[in-house]
């Protein structure tokens, strides 16, 4: 069992407001507003605005952490989404136990509670890839202002999020000659503080908006500091219940939430993830690609195990902000 021993990470002064959990109203699905990224299309019918990331939803975004607050599981459980293996996946928590970092280790983690709300066909079973400030690269960018001109495997996208370049979102300690899959802005050996922010911050081109610059640059630090910007070879994870902090910031609810226990310190985790070093494969992996994610559209969820008024996950646009309309 693990220890509940915690020692809080250091906390960044929030000189700006947040949202409040009461502006996250239920809203139906954004069909109409396609990937910024290079699968995005439009037809002539369509609004020419496209949808993007949330990124209140990344892990230690002050959301994030105001959601676990709320229900009463901070600092013991932190709040993210994340990247799972299907469509299938899309609403459904986890409660998750890191193990084996890839890099650096302590031993006082806290559980992570993770809500599906993005699907990927690289990633393997219990594995989750986690939303965070600078997470880096895969497939797909649409956040770095150059991305029409500098991008990954696929291809240019149709927006860029910040005003920041492409070099300011590759910068991993860490060399890695694949700049897409380097993990992004990750600092966990020898810290200099004022240095990580500093380049956490650059990911805005150093602006101080609630609902972009500063979730972004607050997540980057913190889940660097929190030695959770990293990629982990092992974990354990059970399903859990979605509570109630964490689907109201995100818009999906799944019914089926029911047949399965609520969060806890002492919950037995049944589902045992190990990768391989070696191979480059891991259990916990990081991301920020600014796309919309593939929960945002309709009907990725059975019609019988959805809360209809919470039915996809929330589109942003470049700003930041919820389309509602």
């Given at each position: 069992?693990?220890?509940?021993?915690?020692?809080?990470?250091?906390?960044?002064?929030?000189?700006?407001?947040?949202?409040?959990?009461?502006?996250?109203?239920?809203?139906?699905?954004?069909?109409?507003?396609?990937?910024?990224?290079?699968?995005?299309?439009?037809?002539?019918?369509?609004?020419?605005?496209?949808?993007?990331?949330?990124?209140?939803?990344?892990?230690?975004?002050?959301?994030?952490?105001?959601?676990?607050k709320q229900d009463g599981l901070y600092p013991h459980?932190?709040?993210?989404?994340?990247?799972?293996?299907?469509?299938?996946?899309?609403?459904?928590?986890?409660?998750?136990?890191?193990?084996?970092?890839?890099?650096?280790?302590?031993?006082?983690?806290?559980?992570?509670?993770?809500?599906?709300?993005?699907?990927?066909?690289?990633?393997?079973?219990?594995?989750?890839?986690?939303?965070?400030?600078?997470?880096?690269?895969?497939?797909?960018?649409?956040?770095?202002?150059?991305?029409?001109?500098?991008?990954?495997?696929?291809?240019?996208?149709?927006?860029?999020?910040?005003?920041?370049?492409?070099?300011?979102?590759?910068?991993?300690?860490?060399?890695?000659?694949?700049?897409?899959?380097?993990?992004?802005?990750?600092?966990?050996?020898?810290?200099?503080?004022?240095?990580?922010?500093?380049?956490?911050?650059?990911?805005?081109?150093?602006?101080?908006?609630?609902?972009?610059?500063?979730?972004t640059t607050h997540s980057c630090y913190r889940t660097?500091?929190?030695?959770?910007?990293?990629?982990?070879?092992?974990?354990?994870?059970?399903?859990?219940?979605?509570?109630?902090?964490?689907?109201?910031?995100?818009?999906?609810?799944?019914?089926?939430?029911?047949?399965?226990?609520?969060?806890?310190?002492?919950?037995?985790?049944?589902?045992?993830?190990?990768?391989?070093r070696t191979q480059g494969h891991y259990c916990i992996?990081?991301?920020?690609?600014?796309?919309?994610?593939?929960?945002?559209?309709?009907?990725?969820?059975?019609?019988?195990?959805?809360?209809?008024?919470?039915?996809?996950?929330?589109?942003?646009?470049?700003?930041?902000?919820?389309?509602?309309?």
């Amino acid at each position: 069992m693990k220890s509940l021993l915690y020692i809080p990470i250091l906390t960044l002064l929030v000189l700006f407001p947040s949202f409040s959990a009461s502006l996250y109203n239920p809203t139906q699905c954004r069909d109409n507003r396609p990937s910024a990224c290079g699968n995005g299309y439009f037809t002539p019918s369509q609004p020419q605005e496209y949808g993007l990331a949330c990124p209140h939803m990344m892990m230690l975004s002050d959301e994030m952490i105001e959601g676990s607050k709320q229900d009463g599981l901070y600092p013991h459980m932190i709040y993210a989404t994340a990247g799972g293996g299907g469509d299938g996946e899309c609403g459904k928590c986890y409660q998750v136990e890191v193990l084996d970092g890839e890099r650096e280790w302590k031993d006082d983690y806290p559980f992570l509670v993770l809500q599906i709300i993005n699907s990927g066909f690289d990633v393997m079973s219990h594995q989750f890839d986690v939303f965070m400030g600078g997470g880096g690269f895969g497939y797909f960018t649409s956040c770095n202002s150059d991305c029409s001109r500098r991008y990954c495997q696929g291809g240019a996208c149709k927006e860029g999020m910040y005003d920041s370049t492409f070099e300011d979102w590759v910068q991993a300690e860490y060399n890695d000659p694949n700049l897409c899959y380097s993990g992004g802005v990750k600092w966990l050996h020898d810290m200099d503080v004022a240095s990580l922010f500093e380049t956490c911050h650059r990911l805005s081109n150093f602006q101080n908006d609630s609902s972009k610059s500063l979730p972004t640059t607050h997540s980057c630090y913190r889940t660097n500091e929190a030695l959770l910007h990293q990629n982990f070879v092992s974990s354990r994870s059970t399903r859990v219940q979605c509570p109630r902090g964490l689907y109201e910031r995100t818009n999906l609810q799944r019914t089926d939430d029911a047949n399965y226990p609520y969060p806890s310190p002492f919950l037995e985790l049944t589902n045992e993830c190990h990768g391989d070093r070696t191979q480059g494969h891991y259990c916990i992996t990081t991301m920020q690609d600014c796309c919309k994610p593939s929960c945002s559209w309709s009907q990725k969820v059975e019609s019988y195990n959805l809360n209809l008024e919470r039915p996809c996950v929330y589109t942003c646009d470049k700003n930041g902000n919820i389309m509602y309309d």
